[in-house]
């Protein structure tokens, strides 16, 4: 049965595939490719490359602590970073619907400068909203890695960084982030140049407060965690916000008997249709003796840091629900498929927010079925381009 189930469903992926064949995936470059690389590519600022391979203690005045909130944007990645000495760092803004949610955020936290924005990799779930923080902030230094999107969000962002006057820092492994004395920061990824999976180029910092450590892995798979590894760099870090929403592709064994976490944010999505965070995930986790913090349970996390102990906050806020979004691939290439409602269901157990966009195309609709088969199951997958959706049903039945 489960085999006459997998061969179906395998037809209709291919099927699909077929009949979508407009909608590309990161791996297919286009013209407006190589514009938004050239693009990128005139910014980039000379690297300011470290000499140094670690993050050590630093001194710390008492009483100021170091705040950092993992901004609840469901299947997303949102952090904020407050220093003691004023400076504000962002690594990436949710998607775009997750806009107006995150200034909102900054603004109660009165931030009213961003010194650093680190676009982990440009997948729409990390800088889906960034173009519209550069645009409401003060922005200091915009760091991202050098690799290119052919999606409207990307481009978005190239724009506005682009109208503020703005230049590129590009992040690679051994960049020093000038946040003054009180913290020490460091990029520890990406360690190549050329990665197949866009994920593997996630900006990677790790930052130190006192002696206390925070690991952000950004979607980091388990390339770039073996890269990491093989670097020599000091992964051990309190504080690990784990890569990629806890999906399987990351967290390796290897990786978290480095970095020994004791405590461990996953920035993932209530009822996110990729099964995140993986049960593999969960267990690795457990079983390397780290607290783990979930925004699907837990909604927007807050760590606290004084320089020798960290205190979490989860009650912060309610668990925001929201749809799945796109992780592997993105694009903005509509697609012939009808209009689709406004709102629909993905999964009996998941509420599916429309997020519309100015640039969208009027009501088309972008749908790529991924099967896997993780532990001998079969998950459908959706990936939602435009941000609208369709009910998975009524399209399987005008196939
Ligand atoms: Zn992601």
Redesign the pocket.
């Known amino acids: 049965m489960r085999s006459f189930w997998k061969m179906k469903l395998t037809g209709i992926f291919i099927a699909l595939l077929l009949a979508i064949s407009g909608c590309s995936s990161n791996a297919v470059p286009t013209t407006s490719t190589a514009s938004a690389a050239e693009q990128h590519q005139t910014q980039t600022q000379d690297q300011q490359t470290a000499t140094s391979n670690d993050t050590a203690p630093t001194t710390v005045v008492p009483g100021q602590k170091l705040k950092v909130s993992y901004i609840d944007v469901g ?3 949102s952090i904020l970073i407050q220093i003691p000495n004023g400076k504000n760092v962002l690594i990436d803004a949710g998607n775009n619907g997750d806009a107006n949610a995150i200034t909102s955020y900054l603004k109660k936290q009165d931030v009213s400068k961003l010194d650093i924005v680190i676009a982990t990799h440009p ?1 729409e ?2 800088i889906g909203s960034m173009d519209t923080q550069i645009k409401t902030f003060d922005i200091g230094q915009v760091i991202m890695p050098k690799k290119d999107s052919t999606t409207q969000t990307y481009k978005d962002l190239i724009t506005a960084i682009q109208n503020k006057g703005l230049k590129i820092t590009e992040a690679k492994a051994g960049l020093e982030l000038d946040l003054g004395s009180e913290v020490n920061a460091l990029l520890l990824a990406p360690n190549s140049a050329n990665y197949e999976d866009v ?1 593997n180029y996630s900006a990677v910092l790790k930052l130190s407060y006192g002696t206390n450590t925070f690991l952000f892995e ?2 980091a798979q388990e390339q770039s965690e073996n890269e990491m590894i093989n670097a020599g760099y000091n992964l051990k870090s309190d504080v690990l916000k784990v890569g ?2 806890g999906s399987n592709t990351s967290s390796t064994t290897a990786f978290l008997t480095k970095v020994q976490p004791k405590y461990a944010v996953i920035s993932v999505g209530k009822g996110n249709s990729y099964g995140h965070p993986a049960n593999v995930t969960m267990d690795s986790l457990t079983n390397i003796g780290a607290k783990v913090y979930r925004a699907d349970l837990s909604g927007t996390i807050v760590a606290e840091s004084d320089g020798t102990n960290i205190t979490i906050n989860t009650i912060a806020t309610e668990v925001q629900p929201r749809a799945p979004t796109p ?1 592997v691939s993105q694009s903005v290439a509509p697609v012939s498929v009808a209009p689709a409602p406004a709102q629909a269901t993905a999964s009996t157990n998941s509420t599916v927010k429309s997020t519309p966009t100015p640039t969208s195309s009027t009501g088309l609709v972008c749908i790529m079925y991924i099967i896997q088969k993780p532990r001998n199951s079969i998950f459908l997958h959706v990936h939602i381009c435009q941000l609208q959706i369709r009910p998975i049903r009524s399209l399987l039945e005008k196939l």
């Open positions: 299947q997303a990645d997948h779930d990390h994920n950004g979607d990629h929403h992780t």
